[in-house]
């Protein structure tokens, strides 16, 4: 047992310190000025992973988080510290990793908070062990808890309570989990259930099916909620590659396979298995700066567009837009959104931009390119293309900031960094996205 202090706090809101050795510890839940009692869960040569058996001080920035799931499933992981801290913590992350990782000392604009902290989540997954349905441990993909979420919508919380009399009424294991996604302002919502079975798809959809129809899902839950079921997918994910990247194949069991959202007043299909933001209203906060950037773009590329969200919103009337998105389902939805708004000079295509040849056909050379990639960020051989293009504006969203300022050096020799934005786009949560406006030099 050891006595520790945290002076800091880490990239995932772990309470950092020094032992008396000199060794640096890792402490989760412990905020800067505590002191605690702490068992040594890792010990390397440099760096101590510690739990904390017993809490000596409290800081003044802890607060009892109102969740009374809290610390057992995987999603709010720093919901002890105040709003305040939370925010101020997320911002030093981004000017941190800036400074250490990218070598890059730039003014980080104040942290845009999240225009709601409860129930914002549009989209959320499900774990179905038995009779119960709930969130995922902390530590696993296990079974947690099956209690209210206090930061899903509402509307999910009343699919669930549904689902779990189904489930109890008549048990079955073909479920492993189950997606819901949707939105408040078009009351429209969708269901996924995820079967990793490995019987054939045609036993796999006649027994989803028979029991969609046997338990009257599609019908209770269209009476249970303010707004309108629009569809129930079946994704099959019978091997260890598709469970792993939950890329199984889908089948509609009734109904459509997407629903629609309003974001800065445009209108979007989004299909299953088609990413789209989760946080409605954060979203909105998150593309403003990139739309009052772009604005006067004749020629926008949209890389990593998915649905098309950005780049739509984007893109005036005269605009020509371009987007590229290695996902089928969300290029298929970008389409639809492109026409659902009227946009009739819009392009995209399935491919991964990394391997996109640029110079090939008679794409026009873009004044602005927006980038919103996954966590992992941009490799070098993109950036040498995006280089080669030389626009004369890149809007940078991401959602890590140790791969954002690993790509800014390498962008760095050819792009003045005009504005660094973060976004609370994930309350109650470590994670947090940065909006970075660049000019070529």
Do not use: W
């Not at 371009?322 to 089928?328: A, L, T």
């Amino acid at each position: 047992m050891e006595k520790i202090k945290a002076r800091t706090l880490g990239n995932e809101g772990q309470g950092i310190g020094n032992l008396s050795s000199g060794k640096v510890f890792f402490a989760d839940g412990l905020l800067p000025g505590e002191e605690a009692m702490a068992e040594v869960v890792s010990d390397k040569k440099k760096i101590m992973v510690a739990k904390v058996t017993e809490r000596l001080s409290d800081s003044p920035q802890r607060i009892i988080p109102p969740c009374e799931n809290y610390g057992k499933c995987g999603g709010c992981d720093i919901m002890h510290m105040t709003s305040d801290l939370e925010l101020s913590f997320k911002q030093n992350k981004v000017k941190e990793a800036l400074q250490r990782i990218g070598g890059l000392d730039i003014e980080v604009n104040d942290i845009i908070d999240s225009p709601r902290r409860l129930n914002y989540r549009n989209h959320m997954q499900y774990v179905i062990s038995g009779m119960d349905i709930g969130l995922r441990s902390q530590s696993s993909n296990d079974f947690a808890c099956c209690d209210g979420c206090m930061i899903e919508y509402e509307a999910f919380s009343k699919i669930r309570k549904i689902m779990k009399e189904c489930f109890e009424y008549h048990p079955t294991t073909l479920f492993s989990s189950l997606i819901l996604r949707g939105s408040e302002r078009t009351g429209e919502y969708l269901m996924e259930f995820v079967t990793e079975s490995s019987q054939s798809h045609e036993i796999l959809i006649r027994d989803a099916q028979k029991y969609i129809e046997s338990m009257s899902v599609f019908e209770k839950i269209n009476e249970a909620i303010d707004g309108e079921l629009m569809g129930i997918v079946l994704q099959m994910c019978g091997d260890k590659t598709s469970r792993r990247t939950r890329s199984g194949k889908r089948v509609v069991l009734c109904g459509k396979d997407y629903f629609h959202e309003i974001l800065s007043d445009r209108r979007f299909r989004i299909r299953a298995g088609a990413f789209f933001q989760v946080n409605t209203e954060g979203a909105e906060k998150l593309y403003a700066p990139v739309r009052e950037f772009v604005k006067d773009a004749e020629v926008l590329y949209d890389l990593f567009c998915g649905t098309g969200s950005i780049g739509l919103c984007c893109a005036s009337p005269d605009t020509r837009l371009f987007g590229i998105e290695v996902s089928s389902e969300a290029v298929s939805s970008a389409k639809t959104n492109a026409e659902l708004n009227g946009i009739t000079n819009a392009d995209f295509v399935v491919k991964q931009a990394e391997r996109f040849d640029f110079d090939g056909g008679d794409l026009p050379k873009p004044d602005a390119v927006i980038v919103d990639p996954p966590r992992k960020g941009m490799d070098i051989a993109l950036i040498a293309k995006l280089k080669k293009l030389a626009p004369q504006k890149i809007a940078y969203v991401s959602c890590d900031p140790a791969t954002l300022a690993r790509d800014l050096k390498y962008l760095a020799t050819d792009y003045e960094v005009l504005s660094v934005t973060p976004v609370n786009m994930f309350p109650y949560s470590h994670h947090v996205e940065t909006v970075v406006l660049m000019s070529r030099v």
